[in-house]
């Protein structure tokens, strides 16, 4: 493993770091190595992808090593060339809000109570979820009482303190980091290795695959193809197949997150939240390590990453407009377009929020501002469009919305996601957000929103800006007409885990601004409110890293059994091009893990049910699918022949207990169908030559 290691990691580093380096120095006005890195990496899997894709459609060719060399050297020698001719950027470097001022006792005492009622839960002890509605009111009324007593004028907003030494910011953010990462690896080193845990590793292998030999991944899956193209030439860099750099890389992506966190944050309020906002987010954020775990790789890196920094960017606007910060958020923004479609949908919707609330504000108070953002947007509107041409056949797309016959890709899968997926409910929030990162990242809005302390527009505009980002995410996770009620709950996680920062650096700062003469029942109230706090916070960080290294509770983010791994070994060894057909599940595993597998990227199947439902079907319709379930279940016959014939199909895997087809119906033809592999879970067919 650590060989593998060693010999993955420089194949990354000049992808996806190296590249944006120069970039980031001439775009972002940053002393602080954290934050460049993060933006270095944003930058890297946006521009040498794109250089990728340009060169696959030019010269109708797949991402070969050469592909991903004259990529990687492109992107960095332009760099390079640019910092050169332009210089560093230069903007103002101190954060945009002011730190909130300390909580009064009226805020701190029912805090308190909150805390220890969500202690009493996080252990066990409470008889049900309907716990979380006292613990949801003394919250609220915490709130509440800290925004009545700002208006009343409470405790002043502490002074600004002595920059700290480097050493002791990026140590800390250093150990943050360390154990970011540890909650990543645990899993796949104690429990998974070489296979990292989620079904969704499958079709991402596939198409990564596609990517390596054809340039294209859009016969799959109606998937952007950024992800994909990242991963095609790492693993042409590297020498590894992409199915065996997830487990080696996947485990990277909490950190991204945290980075991104710690990135917003300290342009907010400063390093020390920065710090803390990398721990909440990639410590003590559930949906972080679902989506890790699930393996939904291109929707963690456009959700937790690149959306984070594109909002960082979009507040570097507020407060010192440019050329340069206008083509950082043009290229971040429109990136997430190129990695997943609900992370530009997500950010769609931001911007489109951005350009009715606050756009018409500043082209008529600050035109210079309103000018530069209004440009920015327009061109990360054109990048994105772009981007999206090809992916969500755009042309049909619109000429549908005018009255054409059909939708095209785009369309089809618009009908597919609009109210066909029930909403959980705020019920099921502690399931993907955790204990510390709902409750302190609800009070941490009435800190966001304590008006007191907004030192100018940039910072009210950067404020209501989180705040919106917030409400969307939570509204949307309340309907399924958002299409997506369950991704929008999983990313709510992010802006709640900044706001549990902001709420738990004040926390912590509170006892700094008590007299030492004080009331007896304030510093009390402090104590415990710090003490519940910090107990929330190691508890989850425990259970966090104890769940990472512990076997999944569903079989379905196992590793495969080693009788299907086995097949899947003989299938890749016995690859002589066509396709294969297999049961839509061998035991808990996909089918597409046979397609990964064996080096196919034919025939899909699914069970009846799901093609029924007719969510997330593959662009080429219901109709292969449907072909695919029958020639399971029917061996003989003219329509299986033509099928076969059609197809080119090499090889009918069964999974031997699939309720989907009986493999004995193939294993009484032997003279139509040849039993070429078995063992005691899988059994292969080959179809006899006429």
Sequence with gaps: MILDLLQILPAAFLICVLPGWFWTGCLLASGDLAERLAYTVALSITLVPTVALAQTYLFATGVTFAVSATSAALVCLAGLATYLLFGPAKGPGEPLS???SPPSLPTLIPLAGALALALVMFLGLAPGD?????????????GGAYLWTQRGGGAEPPEGTRPAPAALRYGLLSVVSV????RGYLGPVADGWPYPRGIDRYEHAVMAGMMMREGSNESFMLYPPGFHLLTAMI????????????????PTLPLLCALACYALARR???WEYGVVAALTSGLLLGSTYLQFEEARLPNFIGEYFLI???????LGMYASPSARGGLLLALLGSSTVLYHQIAGYSLAVLLGAVCVLFLPYLLLHDRRKGVYLTLSLALLGIFSVLYAWDTYDL????????????????????????????ANGPGHFLMTLSHPVLWLGLLGLAFLLAGKNVKGTPDLLARLTLLVWTLLLFFGSLTSYSGFPDRFERDLGVPLALLAALALVTLLRTPLSLQPNGRATLTAAVALAVVFSMTLVGAQSVLSLEEAAGPSTRLKDRPAPAEVVAAGAWLEEHNAGGSIVATPYLDYVPSRAMLAMGGYTRMQSYDAARIERARDLPPFGADPLWDALWMLKNPTGDRTARLIEKNDVRYVVFHKLSPDADWHRY??????????????????????KS
């Design 308 to 314: 984070v920094l594109a909002v960082a960017a979009l």
């Design 667 to 688: 294993a009484t033809h032997e003279n139509l169908y040849t039993t070429v592999f078995e063992n005691d879970g899988v059994i292969i067919f080959a179809p006899r």
């Design 179 to 182: 154990l970011v990462l540890a």
């Design 98 to 100: 002011r730190a909130p």
């Design 235 to 250: 693993s042409r860099f590297s020498g590894f197949e992409p199915l065996a750099v997830f487990p080696l890389l996947a």
């Design 268 to 270: 907010l309020w400063g």
């Design 130 to 142: 309907w716990f979380m509605i006292p613990i949801a009111v003394l919250v609220l009324t915490a």
């Design 395 to 422: 042309p049909s797309l619109v000429a549908g919305m005018l009255g054409g016959p059909e939708t095209g890709r785009g369309g089809e899968a618009v009908v597919m996601a609009i109210g066909t997926k029930p």
